[in-house]
């Protein structure tokens, strides 16, 4: 596996993007909305890996209610698999705790899955693998 984005909650794109595309020195290639997590992203590429920057559309949001407790920050760490659904029963044999049961559409052609922070080491891991 490799790291394949950094999500960085933000309160608003509008803002964070300019940001973003000073401090990275790179253009943002892609914004997406996925409705079903309500959250409009926005990605950029960094060597081999990239950079997407999360805002809520919904207060009811995860994003939302992340930035409600924690501010503005490092969201997920994202790692990129090659068999997303054979890479979730061998953590889940592990004892590692998936927060859904089967992959789900992510943003940038993904299917994605998410580990409970609990299980670890606080850090909300997701698992990535591009659709094919």
Do not use: W
């Not at 930035?67 to 920050?73: L, R, S, T, V």
């Amino acid at each position: 596996m490799k790291i394949e984005h950094i999500g960085i909650a933000v309160k608003e794109l509008c803002i964070s993007v300019p940001l973003f595309e000073q401090l990275l020195n790179t253009p943002c290639y892609k914004t997406e909305v996925v409705a079903a997590e309500g959250v409009s992203t926005a990605f950029f590429h960094t060597g081999e890996s990239k950079i997407e920057l999360l805002e809520a559309t919904s207060e009811s949001s995860p994003i939302a209610k992340f930035i409600a407790k924690k501010g503005e920050g490092i969201h997920h760490i994202a790692f990129e698999v090659e068999n997303i659904e054979a890479e979730m029963e061998r953590l889940s044999a592990l004892g590692f705790e998936l927060l859904n049961a089967v992959p789900k559409k992510g943003a940038d052609n993904k299917l994605v899955c998410f580990l409970h922070p609990k299980s670890t080491n606080g850090v909300l891991i997701e698992l990535c693998q591009e659709k094919k």
